[in-house]
């Protein structure tokens, strides 16, 4: 029996490379959404889009309105929500795994190298404290739900 890999965000850069990369192993099968298939923004898309979602899949969160496309506090309010709604998502239908890609911008800028988990976070715009915020919504809702997660 394969493993269950679940990318949301697949049509960015990263999603879209680990979509294919997972593909193409026969130990996993892949379901890739991108933000027409699921939309973060609204409980009842994820709820619709994941709903064969089990408790032995891994979920790998791309999905972002990154500092590109706006850096805001209109989009900082929107990708903690999306990390919201997905913890909602989470509490009703726990995975095996969460792996949330992050950003090392948590630290601000020129943080000091290497980083480690006891680096202070320093964020200093609103992309690097939606990143935060979402690691830390993300990190409540899996420790209540024994999910294992996995920051990057």
């Not at 949301?8 to 593909?23: D, H, M, P, V, W």
């Not at 309010?77 to 990390?83: F, L």
């Not at 190298?113 to 690097?128: A, F, K």
Request: charged fraction near 15%; hydrophobic fraction near 35%; proline fraction near 3%.
């Amino acid at each position: 029996m394969s493993q269950k890999i679940v990318i949301l965000g697949a049509k960015g850069f990263i999603g879209s490379y680990l979509s294919k990369q997972f593909s193409k192993d026969s130990k996993y099968t892949v379901a890739s959404y991108s933000s027409s298939d699921c939309n973060l923004l609204s409980v009842d898309s994820i709820n619709q889009s994941l709903s064969k979602v089990t408790a032995n899949d891994t979920l790998i969160i791309t999905s972002t309105i990154n500092r590109s496309t706006e850096n805001s506090l209109n989009s900082m309010v929107k990708n903690i929500s999306m990390a919201d709604n997905l913890a909602k998502f989470l509490e009703n239908h726990p995975v095996k795994q969460v792996i949330f890609l992050s950003s090392i911008d948590v630290y601000g800028i020129n943080p000091i190298i290497p980083i480690t988990e006891r680096t202070l976070p320093n964020p200093n715009d609103y992309y690097s404290q939606s990143k935060l915020t979402s690691e830390f919504v993300l990190q409540k809702t899996c420790s209540k739900n024994n999910i294992s997660l996995l920051v990057l």
